[in-house]
T-cell receptor, first 117, second 108 residues
Framework: EAQVTQNPRYLITVTGKKLTVTCSQN?????MSWYRQDPGLGLRQIYY???????DKGDVPEGYKVSRKEKRNFPLILESPSPNQTSLYFC????????????????FGNGTRLTVT | KNEVEQSPQNLTAQEGEFITINCSYS?????LHWLQQHPGGGIVSLFM???GKKKHGRLIATINIQEKHSSLHITASHPRDSAVYIC??????????FGQGTRLTINP
């Protein structure tokens, strides 16, 4: 089954304790991206990747890191989490067609609800 | 002013009613997506549009590139259509900008 898998679904941690949220897709998609969703602010893009070893900042990259060493995986790293990173996080992927990634549907993971105390 | 504006923010209707959700954007786009988010949080892509009109079952999506406007219509609405509907636009190949979402409640 074609899917984007995020783990964990729920995570409670303390300020400053490094954590990684994993994202994996089995559709051989080139484009992958991370978003956070907050009440009143909606969804906002954190980072995206157009291909292996190619990543770039979205609208709210501060406090986050990503890596794209393999096409299927795109982990989100919070090296020193703070309470303002408490949020619902989504990973998504999309296929590139004729070098145009945006002409394909987005596939979302089930989300990770992160609480930083 | 947000680059992507949706209206209404909240919509309550009776089962069977025809529903319209609107999305206006102020930037040049390469594609527009309509997304559905049910309580519990998962997001599903309903449509991707760069021109014209698409139909899937009871759902219809249209886009007018010149007017920078898109609409999502639901015919014969059902309580299971209750969800948040989100409009999202791709600027260029990478940047995705989202509307605030429309919370739809369909009462039996």
């Amino acid at each position: 089954e074609a899917q984007v898998t995020q783990n964990p679904r729920y995570l409670i941690t303390v300020t400053g304790k490094k954590l990684t949220v994993t994202c994996s897709q089995n559709m051989n998609h080139e484009y992958m991206s991370w978003y956070r969703q907050d009440p009143g602010l909606g969804l906002r893009q954190i980072y995206y990747s157009m291909n292996v070893e190619v990543t770039d900042k979205g609208d709210v990259p501060e406090g986050y890191k990503v890596s794209r060493k393999e096409k299927r995986n795109f982990p989100l790293i919070l090296e020193s989490p703070s309470p303002n990173q408490t949020s619902l996080y989504f990973c998504a992927s999309s296929q590139r067609k004729k070098d145009v990634s945006y002409n394909s549907p987005l596939h979302f993971g089930n989300g990770t609800r992160l609480t930083v105390t | 002013k947000n680059e992507v504006e949706q209206s209404p923010q909240n919509l309550t209707a009776q089962e069977g009613e025809f529903i319209t959700i609107n999305c206006s954007y102020s930037v040049g786009i390469s594609a527009l997506h309509w997304l559905q988010q049910h309580p519990g949080g998962g997001i599903v892509s309903l449509f991707m549009l760069s021109s014209g009109k698409k139909k899937h079952g009871r759902l219809i999506a249209t886009i007018n590139i010149q007017e920078k406007h898109s609409s999502l219509h639901i015919t014969a609405s059902h309580p299971r259509d209750s969800a948040v509907y989100i409009c999202a636009v791709f600027q260029g190949a990478q940047k995705l900008v989202f509307g605030q979402g429309t919370r739809l409640t369909i009462n039996p």
